[in-house]
């Protein structure tokens, strides 16, 4: 089977011919990828070469943003770019650009022949609507806004919507992507930063009028939030989001639970990248954790974010022979 087969395969809840996807949703930091290169890797080694040297499956992001090129960006991480209704509105035309559609167009392009002939998994990256607030408003004050700021946020998320899917339609009749991934990063390890009615107040509108668009042309529609998602899962469902990443095991996400739970729920994600330092008895557990759900269908295993940069070169070759072992068990039955 070819990479995008297997993927698609499991998204369906289907098993694929030979083995499961071998994906990293998204890699090792930049920092580990330069330790790596002091411990034997070639120092000229890109992206492309890494992939087929450690034997992955390429999953390729493309994405539209709300940000335009040329918007001005907060002085600080987490900081505001706008404060206000009349600051939203200095910044609108450098938001929700034509210039991102056409990059994007461009993107997909250059991929078409590769995904056509099953080569690669593209995911579509969208702002979602908890996440894109936050990067114009500030961390701290977009939790505020709920409260002080209503009619702007939800200005915000109807402006998004419109570009959002002005996106999907541009795209999909050029390339159809094989999930689209919402950017959102609204839970923590105790859970969601917002409560159950303001997601059904402030963002489920909009998923509501976005995600059946998506749904139409066949392509699964997954949230990437980070920390502990268990307890907005029900809610994410309720509004046509299919599948979470990355089930991040430090949050205490538990794989196992949630399908148990959620029973069509699609994740991505899920292995434990703390246990990949600890050598080769540590990382086998962490796939015997996660085999029998590997073997359900609907998860397809990754690194749960990013491998960091404590993992060394050899322990990161035998994380890949144990998943390619397991990738193979998990077919076999």
Same mark, same amino acid.
């Given at each position: 089977?070819?990479?995008?087969?297997?993927?698609?395969?499991?998204?369906?809840?289907?098993?694929?011919?030979?083995?499961?996807?071998?994906?990293?949703?998204?890699? *090792?930091?930049?920092?580990? +990828?330069?330790?790596?290169?002091?411990?034997?890797?070639?120092?000229?080694?890109?992206?492309? @070469?890494?992939l087929r040297h450690f034997g992955l499956?390429?999953?390729?992001?493309?994405?539209?943003?709300?940000?335009?090129?040329?918007?001005?960006?907060?002085?600080?991480?987490?900081?505001?770019?706008?404060?206000?209704?009349?600051?939203? @509105?200095? #910044?609108?035309?450098?938001?929700?650009?034509?210039?991102?559609?056409?990059?994007?167009?461009?993107?997909?392009? %250059?991929?078409?022949?590769?995904?056509?002939?099953?080569?690669? #998994?593209?995911?579509? *990256?969208?702002?979602?609507? +908890?996440? +894109?607030?936050?990067?114009?408003?500030?961390?701290?004050?977009?939790?505020?806004?709920?409260?002080?700021?209503?009619?702007?946020?939800?200005?915000?998320? @109807?402006?998004?919507?419109? +570009?959002?899917?002005?996106?999907?339609?541009?795209?999909?009749?050029?390339?159809?992507?094989?999930?689209?991934?919402?950017?959102?990063?609204? %839970?923590?390890?105790?859970?969601?930063?917002? %409560?159950?009615?303001?997601?059904?107040?402030?963002?489920?509108?909009?998923?509501?009028?976005?995600?059946? #668009?998506?749904?139409?042309?066949?392509?699964?529609?997954?949230?990437?939030?980070?920390?502990?998602?268990?307890?907005?899962?029900?809610w994410l469902l309720d509004v046509g989001?299919?599948? #979470?990443?990355?089930? @991040?095991?430090?949050?205490?996400?538990?794989?196992?639970?949630?399908?148990?739970?959620?029973?069509?729920?699609?994740?991505?994600?899920?292995?434990?990248?703390?246990?990949?330092?600890?050598?080769?008895?540590?990382m086998r557990a962490e796939f015997e954790?996660?085999?029998?759900?590997?073997?359900?269908?609907?998860?397809?295993? %990754?690194?749960?974010?990013?491998?960091?940069?404590?993992?060394?070169?050899?322990?990161?070759?035998?994380?890949?022979?144990?998943?390619?072992?397991?990738?193979?068990?998990?077919?076999?039955?």
């Amino acid at each position: 089977m070819t990479p995008r087969e297997r993927f698609c395969s499991v998204l369906e809840f289907r098993v694929p011919d030979d083995r499961m996807p071998m994906v990293e949703w998204a890699a *090792w930091w930049d920092t580990t +990828f330069s330790r790596w290169k002091t411990e034997g890797l070639p120092a000229d080694m890109g992206w492309d @070469e890494s992939l087929r040297h450690f034997g992955l499956d390429p999953l390729v992001c493309i994405g539209a943003g709300g940000i335009g090129p040329d918007c001005p960006r907060a002085t600080s991480h987490g900081g505001a770019i706008v404060r206000d209704e009349a600051d939203y @509105e200095a #910044v609108l035309p450098h938001l929700y650009a034509d210039a991102t559609i056409e990059a994007l167009l461009a993107s997909a392009a %250059s991929l078409k022949e590769r995904h056509d002939r099953g080569e690669i #998994v593209i995911r579509l *990256w969208l702002d979602g609507f +908890f996440w +894109f607030p936050r990067i114009l408003l500030g961390i701290e004050p977009h939790l505020y806004a709920f409260h002080d700021q209503p009619a702007l946020l939800h200005r915000i998320n @109807e402006d998004l919507t419109r +570009f959002n899917l002005r996106a999907v339609e541009a795209l999909f009749p050029v390339l159809k992507p094989d999930m689209v991934g919402f950017a959102e990063d609204m %839970s923590y390890n105790h859970g969601p930063m917002l %409560s159950e009615r303001q997601f059904e107040t402030f963002l489920a509108p909009y998923y509501r009028r976005l995600n059946p #668009v998506i749904a139409g042309h066949g392509v699964r529609v997954l949230v990437d939030s980070d920390g502990d998602i268990t307890r907005m899962a029900p809610w994410l469902l309720d509004v046509g989001i299919e599948g #979470v990443y990355p089930l @991040e095991r430090q949050a205490g996400v538990d794989v196992a639970a949630l399908r148990r739970q959620f029973p069509t729920l699609l994740m991505m994600g899920g292995y434990d990248k703390m246990v990949m330092p600890h050598g080769e008895a540590a990382m086998r557990a962490e796939f015997e954790r996660l085999l029998p759900v590997m073997r359900g269908g609907g998860f397809i295993p %990754s690194v749960d974010h990013q491998t960091p940069p404590g993992v060394s070169l050899e322990n990161y070759r035998t994380y890949m022979a144990l998943f390619r072992e397991y990738a193979e068990r998990a077919v076999r039955g």
